[in-house]
Structure formats: C-alpha cells, structure tokens
C-alpha cells in the first residue's frame, strides 16, 4: 500500500479524490500497489462528507508520518505551498503538484532536491491542464533540440476569444458569461492579463532549454483591449486572434512572450476553441508535433496529477524526472524579435496612405464596410523596435495586433 496525502481540498484536490475513488481497480493495477489517501490537508471542516474523517489541519500531521510516501499539493499559490512541497521532499516524500505558480517560481530548487533524495517532484498538471506535455518533454521529445514551443495554455482567454469570433460579442459580455459557467474566476486579471500563461510557458521553456527561465522576463500582454471591432477585422483576412505563450530559439537567441496574435488557417492552433488547449513543439529532428485537449476543469486537472501519483508509486526510490540547472537562461529583449503588425488607424486611408507609406513603407490597407472613420493596414515585416519607432510617427493609432509570420 502507498499511502498519499492531498494538501487542499478544493476543486482540484477533490477532483484527485474523485479520480481515485472512481478508478481506484485500474489506477491500483498500473500503479502495481493499491493507493491509499491517508490524509486530506484543509482549513476547513466538510461535515456529510465521508473525506472528513481523512481531515487535518496541521500540516506536522503529515509530514512527520513515516508511511507517507506521497504529498499531493494542490493549494494554489506560491506560500505555504512552497514552504509544505520543500518540507515534504526533504522529508523523503514525492510531492506532485498542478501548482503553476510553485513551479515557475521554484522548479529547478525543488527538483533538485527531489533528485538528491532519489524521489520525485512531478508537476504535469501545471501546464495544460489534463494535455500530457511534462512527459513528453522529460521523455518522448529528449531525442530532439527544441526550438519552438508555442501554446494556447489559458482556456478561460481561449473561450472569450472564441465567442467573441463566433458571436460578436464584446469582451466584457463574454467575460461575464464566463464568470457564470465558472470558467473565469471573481478577480479574472491572472487569466485576461496573461499572467498565467506567462507562468507556464515558462516552465515549459525552463524544461525544453534546460535552464532557468523566469517568468518576470517574458513580456506579456492580455487579451483586455481586444475589441469585437479587431475580430471583425481579423475574420475579414481570414484570420483568428488567440492568445499565444511562445519561447523560441532563433541561432543562438531566445525569444519568450505572451501576446494576442492573429493567426490564419495554415497554423496548427487556428481551430484550437472554447476551453480547448493546444501546445506546439518543434525539434530539429522530429519536426511539428502538437499536444491537443481539455486545459482546464476539475476532472482534466486532477487526472493530470493522479497520472503524477501513478508515476511516483512505480518509483519510490528512482529519481525519474529531467531537472533544468538553476543556471538562468537570459532571454533576448524582444525589441530584436521581427514579426508583422496589424494597425488600426483614425480618419480615411486616402487622407492617411502617403504619409502612412511615407512611415511604414509597402502596407496592405484593410477597411470594413461596417466600420466607419477608421481603417487598418498590415505591415512587412519588423522587429518590434522597428515597429515601435515608426509608430510613434504615425498619429491617429487606435492600437496594434502581431500578425504571426
């Protein structure tokens, strides 16, 4: 018997006390040991609940008891989270976790940790949701050099961007409908803002490059001043608009960032919507492949982390997981990074074109017939230095969307 503790007993952490009470025959059998939740961490009381009798409010509960093997931290947050995982490795336990924000902010201390002790410090639910990726990374892709990964890692942003393709609606609208289906939170600013997606393409990138890449270094931009108006446009050059977390390698280069982005038909995440997560790798030997599924929700997360406590079962005292060296990775300013942008602009085209060629050079006007006093253009392309200078030569912009090339 493994016997595991589950910090946190929220929508993941009874999504991981579901999973296992569901298919606890097939989950003992691939585990090759019958998996036993011995304690379930919480502040509160859940009195009709049978879990009650599995709660505690003291966390010296759990990590001073030798029969477990395995701490599942699904709190959120950075503390006590941080405070519990490190305790509970240096205490000999594995810890599995779908915590983003722990990983991003200490991922390769507490791998480290994990690696000296001969234990396991797993997180595929950190990113993506229930899309297996972690693995993929540590294991299937190791063969290959990476060079891009670019995901659509949020489902709240994904499926407001969705509606407002679909339906024409405006953000705010949207927003609210989310709030109502439960797939944006009360204070939806981690998600709009794209803070969330920062923290996992950094993890995602600190483990496809091998080093450190901190999240406070990838620039990042929400989906908050996207208007129904720039989606009428994007669909009008047969365009989506999506939010994309991207880490590239260009030569000797890394390029991060988390901007909105049109998109047309020929990229793998064009028809990626609602909810739905999508991630892309390219290697160097591989080629393209993309991981595709449900990124959020309390059944595909708490999945994702019962895979993790499978996997830590089957090697108690084997350290399987790559570590990234704590050694940073310096990110290149994206100023160097070229791309096309998409501008809208006050006023005529015809009042605005030579100047506007005069500024940019060869553009590609666009105008709306439902639009008026205001039309677009598309640039060649610039790197994002380029573009910013001329811009601010231009008067009249109403604002500016990347154009992936």
Not at 177 to 192: C, F, H, I, S, T
């Amino acid at each position: 018997m493994v016997n595991i503790a589950i910090l946190g007993y929220g929508t993941v952490g009874s999504g991981v006390v579901e999973v296992l009470e569901t298919n606890q025959a097939s989950i003992n059998k691939k585990a090759g040991e019958e998996i036993n939740i011995k304690y379930v961490l919480d502040l509160r009381d859940f009195p009709g609940d049978k879990i009650q009798e599995k709660i505690v409010h003291d966390y010296e509960v759990i990590v001073n008891d030798p029969e477990v093997s395995i701490v599942v931290e699904v709190m959120g947050g950075v503390e006590p989270a941080y405070t519990f995982a490190k305790r509970a490795l240096e205490s000999g336990k594995s810890v599995c976790t779908s915590n983003k924000e722990l990983v991003a902010a200490h991922g390769s201390e507490l791998l480290a940790i994990a690696r000296k002790k001969e234990i396991n410090f797993l997180f595929e639910a950190s990113c993506g949701g229930g899309i297996p990726i972690i693995r993929p990374l540590n294991s299937s892709l190791t063969a290959d050099e990476i060079d891009e990964i670019t995901g659509i890692l949020n489902g709240t942003t994904n499926y407001i961007l969705s509606e407002m393709s679909h339906k024409g609606s405006n953000f705010d609208d949207v927003l609210k409908k989310a709030q109502e289906l439960g797939y944006a939170e009360r204070n939806p600013e981690a998600d709009v803002e794209g803070y969330d997606a920062c923290r996992k393409i950094a993890i995602l990138s600190s483990l496809a490059f091998g080093r450190q890449v901190d999240y406070q270094d990838i620039y990042t931009e929400g989906i908050t001043k996207i208007t129904d108006i720039d989606i009428k446009y994007a669909k009008a050059m047969g365009y989506n608009i999506k939010l994309l977390a991207s880490s590239k390698k260009v030569e000797d280069s890394f390029y991060a960032m988390v901007v909105p982005m049109m998109i047309n038909d020929e990229h793998p995440l064009y028809s990626v919507n609602g909810v739905f997560n999508a991630i892309f790798v390219h290697g160097n030997v591989l080629g393209d492949v993309m991981f595709y599924g449900s990124g959020a929700g309390k059944l595909p997360t708490a999945s994702a982390v019962v895979a993790d406590v499978v996997d830590a079962a089957k090697h108690l005292n084997r350290n399987i997981m790559t570590f990234w060296s704590s050694k940073k990775l310096e990110l290149t300013d994206i100023s160097n990074a070229q791309g096309r942008f998409f501008v809208r602009v006050k006023g005529n085209e015809k009042d605005h074109l030579d100047q506007i060629k005069s500024v940019f050079g060869d553009v590609e006007i666009i105008t709306l017939p439902e639009v008026t006093g205001e039309f677009g253009f598309v640039t060649e392309i610039l790197t994002e230095k380029s573009y910013k200078e001329k811009a601010e030569n231009l008067s009249g912009i109403i604002g500016m969307i990347r154009v992936e090339i």
